[in-house]
């Protein structure tokens, strides 16, 4: 097991920048996730790491040695794959002890090894088979079992569960959890899923045109965002964006005034200043219903969104739309008007112009940004 | 599918006309080696004069006797059979580096590299044959068995090439990519994960480069002079004298050269009807 060090890692094709001056420190035993849309660059920075693809400038080092110019198999690392790259001639059991064979690990220790694995990923009755005789899940297991038999410096994955149906899905992501409580090696994990992002990371890397946005732990990515792309990009369902002006009004109250006219309370946020123009984000967890209509904003209903545990009704707020989370049973119709309130401890404010986010002035010096 | 309805009498005409037409196809195309079979067992004295006949009225071996026993063909066909095998062998082998990296690879020239290996083959090989002959000539590879390996691997390297290259790109690199993380160089990886994975595309280059160069004529005829450096095909004209041809000894030494040839596709068969219908079901 090592630490990971990408300092300033760049990478071009041709005139084309596909990073820009990545910097990531990842802890020895630490389990990273790189997320961001499609076409951001994830795999491109994972395969940086595993030595498949060249370093345009900048340097990466695991355990303390610089890499840069190291060949993948000099670098100790095991990679799954998103198509899970499986031998297809040989069986699962060969698959799984390869590169213990090209290390000339010795034949009752290579037995011992594949037989403890496929004990653990459940594979032991499948060792004899031929990838093309195994279900999606298995193949995933071997892909797994693959990485894990060697014992390596670090695990990278590259969307290992994307081509997994939904449950089998949510089963493997805690299954690699587990695997990597008990094993503790360094994991760095690509997904442009953010509910994996979440689930998974001790700490998540929300990247964006090559650019990382964002680096921290789950909570605080989600309850403190650095900006508008990291808080769009994460939660489910999104977050809302309404444009407005920023206000402070007479008693000191500070708030954000819609196009509408409608006026949102929000804490006063560092760095703003009056009639700026800024983004107010609310999650739709943080929007309440006002049942009396007592001091809400009046707003038309447009759909209405049964989701089992919770509903999510769609309205219609100065021109855009606007989803509200409840764990109520509503029992109004569409097209009514409901009131609505915003919880002014949980919104944010964003810099329209540098889409960045102005965090209350209560909050603590911290967001790390890129 | 359900082309044909569901009454037997049109399933009936639907498969009957099916195997028909197939049939059809397989007698057209097989008739020749039917015909070249027969006229190799007619006796001589018979062969004129009893007219046109599905099969001769006695047939005899005298002619295969003849022309393993009496005649230089023996030494044509081992002739054929080190150059034909030769030039398989070095141009499969060329063409599965060269396919890979094509393959695989981006690299300054490529494109250029692509249009020379396709303007090779646009010229009809009449037109290069003085120029072959010159060049080859003060190297004293004219009249040489080398010789002729030389150009045919040169001619058939660039369909070749294109050809494993196909069969390489059907080849995802995730596989290496894998290999040379489970600690694999690229070379490695290519010999132990992607060439057994390519056994069928090299059969069939194999199978086509062996058939093209065992019945080349045209070089074979023009640049080597000497009995002992003759091919097989070169060889089938000795049968045909000023004053007249000898049909059955001719035909004889066809048969007798078509096994190789049959012998070398058995044995690659299950490759390669692998690599065909693989190559089909990806369209
Ligand atoms: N070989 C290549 N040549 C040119 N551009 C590439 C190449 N590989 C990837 N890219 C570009 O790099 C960007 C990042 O790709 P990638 O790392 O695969 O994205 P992600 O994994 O985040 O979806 C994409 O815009 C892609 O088009
Ligand atoms: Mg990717």
Known sequence: MASIEISNAVKSYGAVDVLHGIDLDIQDGEFIVLVGPSGCGKSTLLRMIAGLEDITSGAISIGGTVVNELQPKDRDIAMVFQSYALYPHMSVAENMSYALTLRKTAKEKIADAITNVAEILGLTALLERRPKALSGGQRQRVAM???????????LFDEPLSNLDARLREQMRTEIRKLHRRLGATSVYVTHDQIEAMTMADRIVAMHDGIIQQVGSPVEIYDRPANIFV???????????LKGAYEIAQNDTTGIRLTDGSFVPVLPARGATANQTVTLGARPEHIALV?????????????????GLS???????????VKIFTLDRPDFAVDSFIHIAFDMEKVHVFDTQTELRLPPESEPHMARTA | MNVSGNSPARKLVYWGSHYLMIGAFVVFALFPLYWLLKVSVTPNDILYTEGVRMWPSRTTWENYFFVLTQSNFP???????????????????????????????????KMIIVALMLITQMFPLVMLIAPIFKILAPLGLTDSLTGLIIVYTAFNVPFATFLMQSFFDGIPKDLEEAAMIDGNTRFQAFRRIILPLTLPGVAATLGFVFTAAWSELLFALMLVSSESASTFPVGLLSFVSKFSV?????????????IPACAFFLLIQRYLVQGLTAGAVKG
């Open chain 1, 145 to 155: 079992g693959r990485a894990i038999v060697r014992k390596p410096q670090a695990f």
């Open chain 1, 231 to 241: 808080a769009s990009f994460i939660g489910s369902p999104a977050m809302n964006f």
């Open chain 1, 291 to 307: 049942p009396d209509g007592n001091g809400g904003i009046p707003a038309r209903v447009e759909l209405i969104e049964p989701m």
């Open chain 1, 311 to 321: 509903t999510l009704v769609h309205v219609s707020l100065a021109g855009n739309p």
């Open chain 2, 75 to 109: 030494h044509y066909f081992l002739n054929s059979v080190i150059v034909a095998g030769t030039t398989a062998i070095v141009t499969t082998m060329v063409a599965a580096v060269t396919g890979y990296s094509f393959s695989r690879f981006a690299f300054r020239g």
């Open chain 2, 246 to 258: 000898d049909f059955g000894q001719m035909m004889a030494a066809g048969v007798l050269a078509l």
